[in-house]
């Protein structure tokens, strides 16, 4: 068996670089992400069963083209030749996750053969020196956890605790670095209040719910394992943003970016690193099911430290209590109602800064990088002692594959370099920063946007599954050989 890296990163010696080269910190690590139903498919194989991505890719309207993750991007079957790919790119570490479904199917017993996929998948990674960072929950709740009320019922808290360790039992001696949670914005408020995402409910009071009950749970696991091993780095990822009224001497509009960051950012980072729900936030929307779901000792729960903090970073928001005269880009993926994610700001409106924007229609600005990590810093992880990491940003663009066979993505290798910019601009002001995944590896299946999206470094064409290093991925390539951003570049 393979011996765990240690959380540093690869120091290879770099190449000769001009003196205006930016150099990433020793040890700060550079690596990439995926997840499992984006990309694993197998979805029946091996005493797999439903989750609640599988049943919701069912529902008419649902996803773009009723694409599902059946098959994806055959990752369960060709993992061993992601990986290589992984190391020819040069990755110090690899974000993934492990299916809830595949691992207690119909969340019954444990299935060795989903468990034996991980544990091939972690010694592959090991073998390439690529350290293992493994979140337990990327929004595929077994479906028969959702017919027992998923995230609104409180027992599913407990269950996912006794998930965690199973994995842990599992893996524990090779894997080092856990994460509950990705993202639990999307898994309650945009899953059960916005009905955009998986389980497709729209009822504000779930909503609230889903996201304690998945605060509760990520505090059972932390405690748990924990209590299993000491050593282990344990965290959570949260997509975070930053808020900011259009026309900051308007009361309306600064109540709307108070507003969206209060249900967007505080709710989870006051309870995990404060232990309390905001007073703001819980005058909006404690009366809409949040205080009916907190019970004595749930705060102390939530709260029990962590080691890392992940941010996924995507774009800002300019928000404003009136109508955009030009709305944002973006817009529903199909014709199927959804409703505002957020349980009180029904009446806060998205406006374009007049950025340049990705093909999700989100608009690209990495000094809102830069800005979200200094004050994540300063009121949460940096008073706790907690180790930052970028844990998710990347972007979607048409691309097109040439004569060549390429795909020369300029726009996603800028994308990519303005943000590692804005880190090292965040590490200079003071803001440690220990690691950076882009997001993705693959293209992959984009949720409600089904395969119409592509985020990934290497491009991976559905009919052949081959797979094509993109130009993007080339470029990280290069600067994680180097350690610095190429001197030339104009990001
Ligand atoms: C994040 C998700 C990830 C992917 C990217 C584009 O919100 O965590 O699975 O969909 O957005």
Redesign the pocket.
Same mark, same amino acid.
């Given at each position: 068996m393979t011996t765990i890296q240690p959380i540093t990163a690869n120091t290879t010696e770099p190449a000769a670089k001009a003196a205006d080269a930016r150099r990433f910190p020793d040890g700060f690590l550079l690596g990439a992400a995926a997840?499992a139903y984006?990309i694993e498919g197998a979805a029946h194989e091996d005493g797999r069963a439903d989750s609640i991505w599988d049943a919701f890719s069912r529902v008419p309207g649902a996803v773009i083209n009723a694409d599902n993750g059946d098959v994806a991007c055959d990752h369960y079957h060709r993992y061993r030749d992601d990986v290589a790919l992984m190391r020819e790119l040069g990755l110090d570490t690899y974000r993934f996750s492990t299916s809830w479904a595949r691992v207690h199917p119909d969340g019954g017993p444990v299935n060795l053969k989903g468990v034996d996929f991980y544990s091939r998948l972690v010694d592959e990674l090991l073998d390439a020196g690529i350290l293992p960072w493994l979140t337990l929950y990327?929004?595929d709740l077994p479906q028969a956890h959702e017919e027992q009320g998923g995230w609104t019922n409180r027992d599913t808290a407990f269950r996912f605790r006794d998930y965690a360790l199973t994995m842990h039992d599992a893996l524990g001696d090779r894997v080092k670095v856990w994460t509950t949670l /990705?993202?639990p914005w999307?898994s309650s408020f945009l899953s059960y209040t916005g009905g955009a995402h998986a389980p497709g409910r729209q009822d504000v009071g779930a909503g609230l719910r889903a996201a304690h009950h998945l605060m509760l749970g990520h505090g059972l696991a932390v405690q748990a394992l924990r209590e299993r091993d000491e050593s282990l780095e344990l965290g959570i990822t949260l /997509?975070l943003t930053v808020a900011k009224p259009v026309d900051p001497s308007r009361p309306g509009d600064v109540d709307a970016a108070r507003r969206i960051d209060g249900q967007f950012n505080r709710v989870f980072l006051d309870p995990i690193f404060r232990g309390h729900y905001a007073g703001d936030l819980l005058a909006d929307v404690g009366h809409l099911g949040l205080r009916d779901a907190i019970q004595p000792g749930d705060l102390e729960i939530i709260s029990t430290p962590i080691n890392a903090l992940g941010v /996924?970073y995507?774009h800002g928001e300019s928000v404003s209590d009136q109508p955009a005269t030009h709305p944002l880009g973006g817009h529903a993926p199909t014709d199927r109602p959804i409703r505002s994610p957020f349980p009180a700001a029904d009446h806060v409106h998205f406006h374009s800064q007049g950025l340049p924007q990705t093909a999700?229609g989100w608009e690209v600005q990495p000094d809102g990088l830069r800005e979200l990590l200094g004050r994540v810093h300063r009121e949460y992880t940096g008073p706790a002692g907690v180790r930052m990491f970028v844990t998710?940003n990347?972007a979607?663009y048409d691309d097109e594959v040439t004569a060549d066979g390429a795909v020369h993505d300029s726009d996603r290798t800028e994308f990519l370099l303005a943000h590692l910019d804005a880190i090292l601009d965040a590490i200079e002001e003071g803001t440690p920063v220990h690691g950076y995944f882009y997001?993705?590896i693959l293209d992959n299946f984009?949720?409600a946007w089904g395969y119409e999206k592509r985020?990934g470094l290497v491009r991976v064409d559905y009919e052949t599954q081959q797979r094509t290093l993109k130009d993007s991925g080339l470029a990280y390539q290069q600067v994680i050989r180097d350690r610095c951003l190429p001197a030339t570049s104009d990001h």
């Open positions: 997840a984006q990327h929004w /990705n993202e999307c /997509n /996924n995507y999700m998710e990347g979607a997001w993705s984009e949720w985020f």
